[in-house]
């Protein structure tokens, strides 16, 4: 891809370099950091991308597609002047890789983007077609092009708009809160399965401490397996308890009448654990308690377009509160320094 200058205006020329599809994996928020790198990846190796295929296989084993989250035509559309991106491989490169005449890969964590230059782009070149697996963590944040950077945060916070059903039913709950005053989001993530993985059993018992024990095993993928919760929770690499996000606020001075707004999944050991933070701060909600049962239907099942519901509500919440700083914390509070910096919307 370069770039022409023909009477003031600026216009790209695609040298296609070859064609890249990638599976993401992970949650939500991890498959949207993905999908904002192998964009610049792509870009930077003048690569079609193809649009990418969502996680179907983790815990959360949500069906959704990509189109199901996110605009797709304003995702493809509104990167046309950085990258070419198609919805899917033409009839003869599909029938090539259901041969199998593609090469498949797992590309090596937290790499520079010399590494796609200089490994991952002769493979394209070579094969035509390239997959890449499981694209969580895989280019380096620091020390890229300052262009690459860019874009990054181009396709986080302007290319991948949710579709108009989400983005409508995210406006209803914001509406609903703000209509009952100020709201904090509370992001508390004390849910099963991030409790498997991280091995942070704090306030657990026995019972519970085994069964997030056999489901961490029961994901190959997650390389962890023998973990000493006490030695975690020192180093400070554990989501905070409801009982210790109840000391956390108050020790913020969170005007207990405030309303909270839970970002969450279930919460592991439901009722018991949040027994001291809804004593505390009485004016908890959740999505299920704003909206109708109707409202919900479709969401069902939809783990990934929950998050995005939740994702919205944050964005737009008086304070925001994360209980880890894992990618949710990352990419909201990323996005809310993008609209105070760039487009001028006022937050907290």
């Known amino acids: 891809m370069c770039r022409v200058e023909r009477g003031g205006e600026r216009k790209w020329v695609y040298r296609n ?26 870009r930077y190796l ?39 991106i198609l919805k899917e491989l033409s009839p003869r490169l599909k029938r090539r890789m259901e041969l199998g005449l593609i090469h498949t890969m797992l590309p090596v964590s937290w790499s520079d983007i010399s590494y796609y230059r200089n490994q991952i782009l002769p493979l394209i070149q070579k094969y035509k077609v390239m997959h890449l697996n499981r694209t969580d963590t895989r280019l380096a944040n620091n020390c890229q092009p300052s262009e690459l950077q860019m874009l990054r945060c181009r396709v986080n916070f302007s ?14 709950v914001v509406k609903l809160l703000r209509q009952n005053g100020p709201f904090l989001v509370l992001h508390l993530r004390y849910e099963m399965d991030m409790l498997a993985f991280s091995g942070c059993t704090q306030g657990c018992n026995h019972e519970e401490v085994e069964e997030l024990t056999r489901m961490r095993y029961a994901y190959p993928w997650w390389k962890e397996k023998i973990i000493t919760s006490d030695l975690k929770r020192k180093d400070g690499l554990c989501p905070l308890t409801p009982e210790e996000t109840t000391l956390a606020l108050r020790a913020l001075d969170i005007d207990p009448n ?14 018991r654990r949040m027994a001291s933070l809804a004593l505390a701060y009485p004016k908890l909600v959740r999505k299920e308690i704003l909206l109708e049962r109707s409202d919900l239907r479709f969401f069902e099942n939809h783990s990934s377009q929950m998050a995005a519901l939740g994702y919205l509500v944050s964005l737009e919440s ?18 809310r320094r993008y609209c105070f910096d760039f487009r001028a919307v006022p937050f907290d």
């Not at 370099?17 to 792509?42: E, H, K, P, W």
């Not at 290319?159 to 209803?172: D, H, M, P, V, Y």
């Not at 008086?318 to 996005?335: C, L, Q, R, S």
């Open 159 to 172: 290319a991948l708009r949710f579709t108009t059903q989400i983005e409508e039913l995210g406006k209803r």
């Open 258 to 271: 405030i309303q909270i707004y839970i970002a969450a999944g279930e919460i592991y050991g439901g009722e």
């Open 17 to 42: 370099n070859g064609y890249l599809t990638i599976s993401c994996n992970g949650g939500f928020n991890q498959m949207r950091a993905a999908i904002c790198d192998m964009v610049a990846i792509a």
């Open 318 to 335: 008086d304070i925001f509160v994360p209980t880890y700083d894992g990618n949710m914390a990352k990419v909201v509070e990323g996005h």
């Open 46 to 84: 003048n690569v079609t991308l193809i649009v990418p295929e969502l996680d179907k296989k983790s815990f959360w084993a949500d069906p959704s597609e990509f189109q199901d989250i996110f605009d797709m035509y304003h995702f493809i559309t509104s990167l046309r002047d950085e990258v070419r």
